[in-house]
């Protein structure tokens, strides 16, 4: 419910990030500006927030961090004023 409907697939960079962040782990990123690695890292956490505050709704066992933290680094704070 959290986690916005795009008309389109995730794009390439956030399939690649989003499995190995919902199985526990520890993610480094590093590609061009617009390529919505924002989207990449807030999913997880949107996805893990929904899942430890309804875990009747899903399947027992899932991977989870009970408070899961999202840390982005800019080389600018012009970059930083982009990020969502």
């Given at each position: 419910?959290v986690?916005?409907?795009?008309k389109?697939?995730?794009?390439?960079?956030?399939?690649?990030?989003v499995a190995?962040i919902?199985d526990?782990?520890d993610v480094?990123?590093?590609t061009?500006t617009?390529?919505d690695?924002?989207?990449a890292?807030?999913i997880?956490i949107?996805?893990?927030?929904?899942?430890?505050?309804n875990?009747?709704?899903?399947?027992?066992?899932?991977?989870?961090?009970t408070?899961?933290?999202?840390?982005v680094v800019?080389?600018?704070?012009?970059?930083?004023?982009?990020i969502?």
């Open positions: 419910k986690v916005p409907q795009w389109d697939r995730l794009r390439p960079v956030q399939e690649e990030l190995p919902l526990g782990e480094f990123c590093c061009a617009d390529d690695k924002s989207a890292f807030s997880p949107l996805v893990l927030n929904e899942y430890n505050s875990p009747h709704l899903y399947p027992k066992h899932l991977p989870t961090r408070n899961p933290v999202g840390l800019t080389p600018a704070k012009g970059l930083a004023n982009n969502v």
